[in-house]
């Protein structure tokens, strides 16, 4: 019996890995079904963003950043993955009224593949990024093998946000509007064009409440600085997101019960 217990939860393991596999792929095609530039519109937002910092904080008002390419760049990537797949994420039920009105349809994976699709796009720019960092004259050293890690801590941290977001997002229509304000608000909080380490002492405690100031700052400690990131934070983020994940999921299912009502 404890053998046949095993059996159907690896079974049954399988298979949401195969349809994860399968709505990823699907989302992927819809994204550049009928787009000249396909994949390569992955890497133009952030580019066009870091052309106008660069101009902005290079030209206009000269920043004393060093690296400032590998340095902006680094930290738009980061982001982006951050912001577009709790964007998607906040509205997925809705777009896949279809697959949620399927009787035993897992909903719970649909926020994963949101992050997941977003996960992909940042790894497709992460060689553009390694460009940057190799023309910036930046050594990589083996602490760059600490990358994954770090990969993981925020993916688990978008899907944690993205149960909530997504689950009250059904019945209060009005979050995913204000979810865009509230992601360009953290947006100027994180330190993507300009280093925290220029602000005054007193505004850092501020900042350090935010958990994308640690990611974007541990990114290019690996990245450019070839060093181990403060651990500590790292640490501590990783407790509340697992804390907060099982939390998620459980609002989550809660949830979902009137996902097909209230669509």
Not at 49 to 72: D, G, I, M, R
Not at 242 to 262: A, K, T
Request: proline share 5%; net charge positive; with cysteine.
């Amino acid at each position: 019996m404890k053998q046949f217990s095993i059996s159907f939860a690896h079974r049954r393991i399988l298979q949401r890995i195969d349809v994860l596999r399968q709505l990823v792929d699907r989302d992927m095609k819809i994204l550049y079904k009928r787009s000249m530039l396909g994949v390569a519109w992955t890497l133009i937002n952030p580019l066009l963003q870091l052309v106008v910092f660069a101009f902005v904080f290079q030209v206009v008002l000269p920043s004393n950043v060093l690296k400032y390419a590998s340095f902006t760049f680094t930290g738009l990537l980061v982001w982006n993955w951050f912001q577009g797949s709790l964007l998607q994420a906040t509205g997925v039920i809705i777009a896949n009224r279809a697959l949620i009105r399927q009787p035993g349809f897992p909903s719970a994976i649909l926020p994963v593949v949101t992050t997941a699709t977003g996960l992909i796009h940042f790894l497709l720019a992460l060689p553009v990024l390694l460009g940057f960092l190799l023309l910036d004259g930046v050594q990589i050293t083996p602490v760059v093998l600490l990358l994954p890690l770090l990969q993981v801590i925020q993916f688990l941290l978008i899907i944690c946000c993205a149960y909530f977001l997504a689950a009250l997002n059904v019945t209060f229509r009005d979050i995913q509007h204000t979810l865009g304000i509230v992601l360009t608000l953290i947006f100027y909080l994180t330190p993507i064009f300009y280093d925290i380490r220029h602000l005054p002492s007193n505004y850092q405690v501020f900042y350090n409440m935010n958990p994308m100031v640690h990611l974007v700052k541990a990114y290019r400690a690996i990245l450019m600085e070839g060093t181990f990131p403060n651990l500590q934070p790292l640490f501590i983020l990783t407790v509340i997101v697992g804390l907060g994940l099982p939390i998620g999921l459980r609002v989550f299912r809660h949830q979902s019960v009137r996902f097909v009502e209230d669509l």
